[in-house]
Nanobody, 119 residues
Framework: QVQLVESGGGLVQPGESLRISCAAS????????MSWYRQTPGKERELVAR????????TYADSVKGRFTVGRVNSKNTMYLQMDSLKPEDTAVYYC????????????WGQGTQVTVSS
C-alpha cells in the first residue's frame, strides 16, 4: 500500500534554512509526480511545490518562489524540500502528496511534519 513518511521538521529562526524529506513506498515512485502541501490551523491545505516524475519540471507557490527548492532522488524513493530564507509565515505542517488512480484518482498523504519559524 502507498506509504509516505515525512521527516526533518523542526524549529528554526527567521532567515534560517531547513530541509524536509519524504520517503515513499508501495507505488511506482519513479513514474509519479509528487507534491508538497502545507496547512495551518483554520486554513485549507495549500500547494507549496510540485515536481514531475523525472524531476525536470518544478512548480512553486508564489509565496515560496526563489526560497524553496523541491527535488527528488528516484533511486532512493525520496523527495525533499529545501527551504531557505524562512519566514514566520512559513510555519505550518508540511505534507507529502501523491495522486494515483488514473480515471478515478485518489490523493495519498503522509502524516505531516511540523515546521515552526520563530525567533
Amino acid at each position: 500500500q502507498v506509504q509516505l513518511v515525512e521527516s526533518g521538521g523542526g524549529l528554526v529562526q527567521p532567515g534560517e534554512s531547513l530541509r524536509i524529506s519524504c520517503a515513499a513506498s508501495g507505488f511506482d515512485f519513479g513514474i509519479s509526480a509528487m507534491s508538497w502541501y502545507r496547512q495551518t490551523p483554520g486554513k485549507e491545505r495549500e500547494l507549496v511545490a510540485r515536481i514531475s516524475a523525472a524531476g525536470s519540471t518544478k512548480t512553486y507557490a508564489d509565496s515560496v518562489k526563489g526560497r524553496f527548492t523541491v527535488g527528488r532522488v528516484n533511486s532512493k524513493n525520496t523527495m525533499y524540500l529545501q527551504m531557505d530564507s524562512l519566514k514566520p509565515e512559513d510555519t505550518a505542517v508540511y505534507y507529502c502528496n501523491v495522486r494515483k488512480g488514473g480515471v478515478a484518482p485518489r490523493d495519498y498523504w503522509g502524516q505531516g511534519t511540523q515546521v515552526t519559524v520563530s525567533s
